[in-house]
């Protein structure tokens, strides 16, 4: 999906028989400015491991079932652009597919809430990247398996929305680790794992019951 204008798509989004095995069901890079919007009940089908790219623009998801594919093992590649929500994306209806941070900054915003909830991986990261929250009255939840690096990286955590790890940032691969650079709110719920430093340089950053900071 290319150009300048603003798209709504309620219908499906299918594979053809000659395209059974595409790995790339969706592909996002639009105007800075401009939107793309999955409606209705749309459906992903004949690509169980493709995934849905954005690298620039506002995908904007207004419906609760089959956001990135007909499985929950199709990944969302965020690779810059915003992401919002029509309704909350929480509890129930949180987005179960793995979402993987692939370019920077990657933006949260609007005034529904966002819970990645993906039982393996929710969030994961191979390099360091930016996550700007900007939800207005409302939270990013980082659930399900928590914040997953392949990679020795640093997740930094900008805008001024609130942010919740109600699941570990994981050990992974190298050291990891974690700057809040924003001036929302920053909560942690979970015992996290990861094994690098921790910097607050702005905001307010909450250690829950069960919270802490890394595993060192």
Do not use: C, H
Not at 40 to 54: D, E, V, Y
Not at 85 to 98: D, F
Not at 147 to 170: E, P, R
């Amino acid at each position: 999906i290319r150009g300048t204008g603003n798209t709504v798509w309620t219908g499906a989004i299918n594979n053809s028989a000659a395209r059974a095995t595409s790995t790339a069901p969706l592909n996002i890079s639009i105007a800075p400015d401009a939107s793309f919007a999955i409606s209705g009940s749309p459906t992903f089908t004949s690509a169980s491991n493709g995934t849905t790219t954005l690298s620039q623009g506002n995908l904007i998801l207004g419906r609760t079932t089959n956001l990135f594919g007909g499985s929950t093992t199709q990944t969302f590649s965020f690779n810059g652009g915003t992401l919002s929500a029509t309704s909350a994306l929480t509890g129930a209806n949180a987005i179960a597919n793995p979402v993987v941070i692939g370019g920077s900054p990657v933006i949260f915003q609007g005034s529904n809430g966002i819970e990645l909830g993906n039982a393996t991986a929710a969030l994961a990261m191979a390099a360091s990247r930016s996550l700007i929250n900007n939800l207005a009255g409302a939270t990013l939840t980082i659930g399900g398996g928590g914040l997953v690096n392949s990679a020795a990286a640093t997740l930094s955590v900008l805008g001024a929305g609130t942010t919740v790890f109600s699941s570990a940032y994981k050990a992974g691969t190298g050291a990891n680790a974690l700057q809040m650079q924003g001036t929302g709110t920053l909560t942690f719920k979970a015992d996290n794992l990861f094994t690098g430093a921790t910097t607050l340089n702005a905001g307010t950053t909450v250690l829950d019951t069960a919270g802490r900071f890394s595993a060192t």
